[in-house]
């Protein structure tokens, strides 16, 4: 059994964000051990599940052969995800009869595409917004759209963020999710508010049965 095997989705999820921020694998340990108060994953471990989500779609292993094949394939996952871009209410029933996948595939394939989607929305943080792009933020944008205040001007809302945070000292900028988002001014921005909101909660919520995807918890 590998060593990432061993790991549950949601230490695999924190493993995944304290990359994002530190760009350390041995501050991932530290921090691993602090949160866990186990044995941590070794360093190669730690990047071989970084890089999962760039390599397969996600932070989860693949199945080995010999098994049934899940329905979560990479192409069903971006079909899932590109349904749900489109409109964001669409029940689990309607998408299911749409997409042609069966109704307890969908939840963890919908989780998924957020986990994914959320992760892109890391570059917020403001201690790692530095020689980010607008680019990098426009598929997350896309996903959430349901639930900003309003997509419009939302490039130019990103571009003055980036300018305020960079004329901090980086010691001074936030370095994680919780802190940018308490420390985001709502009044003039508003969207990347609520962006930093979903990032900072989402691996706490839950899409189950006949729940319509437009529950994500705000």
């Avoid at 695999?12 to 501050?27: D, F, L, T």
């Avoid at 471990?45 to 990479?74: M, Y």
Wanted: glycine letters at 2%; aromatic letters at 10%.
């Amino acid at each position: 059994m590998s060593e990432s095997s061993r790991l549950s989705t949601s230490e695999r999820i924190k493993i995944v964000k304290w990359y994002a921020m530190y760009q350390n694998e041995s501050k991932v340990v530290r921090q691993f051990q602090q949160c866990y108060d186990r044995t941590p994953p070794t360093r190669k471990s730690i990047l071989n599940l970084v890089q999962k989500p760039d390599e397969t779609g996600s932070i989860e292993d693949e199945h080995r052969s010999g098994k049934p094949r899940s329905a979560s394939t990479n192409e069903n996952k971006e079909r899932v995800r590109a349904a749900f871009e489109k409109s964001s209410g669409t029940s689990l029933r309607r998408a299911s009869l749409k997409l042609n996948l069966s109704k307890s595939s969908l939840p963890q394939m919908m989780k998924d595409a957020h986990q994914w989607m959320a992760y892109n929305v890391s570059i917020l943080v403001p201690s790692m917004i530095e020689h980010k792009s607008f680019d990098d933020l426009k598929d997350s944008i896309l996903f959430y759209e349901a639930y900003l205040p309003s997509p419009n001007l939302i490039k130019e809302e990103f571009q003055l963020y980036q300018r305020k945070w960079l004329n901090e000292a980086l010691e001074d900028r936030p370095d994680n999710a919780i802190d940018a988002y308490v420390r985001c001014n709502g009044t003039f921005f508003p969207k990347i508010k609520v962006l930093l909101q979903i990032y900072a909660t989402l691996p706490m919520t839950t899409t189950t049965g006949e729940r319509s995807f437009s529950t994500l918890k705000l």
